[in-house]
């Protein structure tokens, strides 16, 4: 029968043998596989050790296919004919050489002690108070976990050891499981279409992570983030940080950066559009003649504005190949070809907040009173659909201030006022909403949020 055999470090291996092989020739078939002794090999089957050597593989449920754990124990292992012995649940290893930070050394001597009586197991590389404890000790090793298994950091930063243990525990479970299942998968048969489409995704996910390794030994820079080229200049004798980007097409400037420089009064809105790129975004229209200073010279350039740009200025290729300048990389400076003139790109401290690098956008104001718009244009329609009068009501009309004779209490109407909303206004909203206080000061700030004007 076909056995796979795997063990903590993730060696794989395969074994054709007989159902009758005892397993004391099993673990010496191992031992040749591996090169570990096999008086120092435990083996696991569904989580349960294999103690008996004597015994067959078939006497202890051992079928075709079936995956085997192999654990290596470092130390003197129990005689194989000790039957007498009580089996301890979990294999004893006695790792008494190591030094637990924060624990005081184990003896060595402690290991057989402690797998006769009834004190604490020894700890093994493997366990996961060890695993705890090195990672608490290693700052490097903890901004690794944070970033790649942030529920196991996140159970370590608890300072819950059980918690800890237990999702540790439940992911090394996991992934034993999902391993077997793959290797039952493939044992099955190795020519089905499902089969060969894991094999396919096995390799391609080696060779991805094969790139990535190279990356990171030859190209380490490559997985950091370049600073976008900035420079300094002015428009209309106002300063601005204005970015470098020999990808656009025109010379772009931000509604808020036009009006601080003043040239608002002279877009052409005949000008206006939509402008195309990563995203669309509304063109106002264009300044057709501006000058921008950059270190003592000025050049001249059109501006199209934008009305949603985060962005101040951005100089595009009508404005760079007008004046024939030069990206000058090595130097880290724009040249002005037409006037022979260097200024340095800005560093990543002088950028502007949007352009750096641990910038999180927020949601400008206009954006957010758009969707609180939507919210109060929601819930009025919802309230209309409501309250609408069906066809034999259609020739009553109903007055707002006619229906507030004292159908709610004074204390709710005041409290709804203190808000900042007029009597009338509280009033209506209350009886659209049947009396229900929550509903109504919802509708009422709903109402209050407008689009400016």
Known sequence: MHITVTTLSDQIFSLDVSEDLELENFKALCEYEIGISASEIAILWNGRPLHDDKRTLVSYGIKNGDMLLLQHMRGPSQAPNSPQQPAPAIPLIDFGSIN??????????????????????????????????????????????????????????SGNKEKFIEVFNKQRKEKM????????????????????????EEIRMKNVESNMESAIEFAPESFGQVVMLYIDCKVNGHHVKAFVDSGAQMTIMSQACAERCNIMRLVDQRWAGIAKGVGTQKIIGRVHLGQIQI????????????????????????????????????????IIGTTGTETRFLSESELPDQ????????????????????LAEALAKSQNDGTQPGPSSENKTVNPSASIKADYPEEVIQRLMNNGFSRQEVIQELAAANGNVDQALAALFAKSFQLPK
Do not use: W, Y
């Open 100 to 157: 637990i930070p924060g624990q005081p050394q184990t003896q060595g001597a402690q290991g057989p002690s402690r797998a006769s009586g009834g004190g604490q197991r020894p700890l093994a590389p493997d366990d996961p108070e060890v695993i705890r404890q090195m990672l608490l000790g290693s700052p490097h090793e903890l901004s690794l976990l944070k970033e790649r298994n942030p529920p196991l950091a996140e159970a370590l930063l």
């Open 295 to 334: 270190g003592n010279d000025f050049l001249q350039s059109s501006f199209s504005i934008l009305e949603e740009q985060p962005m101040d200025m951005l100089l595009g290729l009508d404005m760079l190949k007008r004046h024939q300048c030069c990206i000058d990389l090595k130097k880290n400076v724009l």
């Open 355 to 374: 352009a750096r690098l641990n910038f999180s956008q927020p949601m400008s104001p206009k954006s957010q009173m758009s969707e609180d718009a939507q």
């Open 177 to 200: 499981e999902k391993e077997r299942e793959r290797i039952q998968l493939m044992n099955a048969d190795p020519f089905d279409p499902s089969v060969q489409s894991v094999i396919a």
